[in-house]
C-alpha cells in the first residue's frame, strides 16, 4: 500500500464496527473475555470503544466523530470560548483568529504542541497547522436530519451538530526519542515512519469524546457512563496497539 492512499481506508472494520472483534471471538470466549483481552473492562465498553474510534481515512490520517446537542453556531462555543476549549482542547491558548498562534500546553504522548491557525470560518472549520507539519481540523456540521445522530441523542428532538476531528500526521513523522512519562506502546507507530504513533490516535480519541461529554453536560442529557471508556487513557492506548497494526499490514 503506497504512503498516501487516494481512497479512504477503513481501518479494517475493527475501528468503525464491532466486524473485526466478533472475528476475534472463539467458541470459548465470552464477550467480556475478549474485551478485556483489549484491557477494557466489559463487552459495554468494547462497543462504546468501537462506535467512537477512529477512521484512518488513508496511512497518515485519523478522523473522529462526535455527535452532540445543539445547532452548529451554538456548539461552535466550544472553540471558540477559550475557557470552554481548554477543558477538552489540552488546555489551549490561541489567538483565535486566522494565522494566530496557538499552544497545547497539555499535550502529551508527542501531540503536535504549538504551531498556527490556518484556517478558520465560524461555526464551520477551524484548522490547526503545527510546527511539526501536522495538522488538526474541526468541523462543525447540522446533523439533524440525520437518523444515526438521533440513535446517538435518544430521547432529544432538538438540533444535533457532528463534530469532525480529523488528525493529519507529516510524510515525516517518526519515533522521537523516548518521551518523558511515556510508555513503549504510546510511541509505537505500527505503520512506520509518516504514520501516526498510537499515543497519539488515542489522545485525540480522548480529546473527541472529553469534547462530546462537556456538550452533554452543557444541555443537561443523560451521556452514557460506558461512553466513560473515552476518557481512560490507559486503555485506548492498548487498544489501539492492537488495533492499528491490523490496518498498516493491509
Known sequence: MVADDPQPVPLKGAITNLNWFDAQRKHYET??????RFKLPDDDAMRAFCHGAASMLDRRTAQFIRRVPGAPEDAWCFLADTGKARQWLFGVEWEFRPGGAFRLPKAGAGVAAQGLIAELHPDEVLELAAEDGSTVRFEAIDASGSARARRDI?????????FRVT???PETAGVPERLRETTAEQIAQPGGTGTHRVGVVAA?????SLLQ??????ANLFWPAEQAIGLNLEALVAAYSKLMPAYYKA
Open 204 to 208: 485525540w480519541h480522548r480529546a473527541a
Open 213 to 218: 461529554k462537556l456538550a452533554f453536560e452543557e
Open 31 to 36: 464477550p467480556d473475555q475478549i474485551a478485556r
Open 154 to 162: 435518544p430521547n432529544y428532538a432538538g438540533a444535533i451538530t457532528e
Open 167 to 169: 488528525n493529519r500526521v
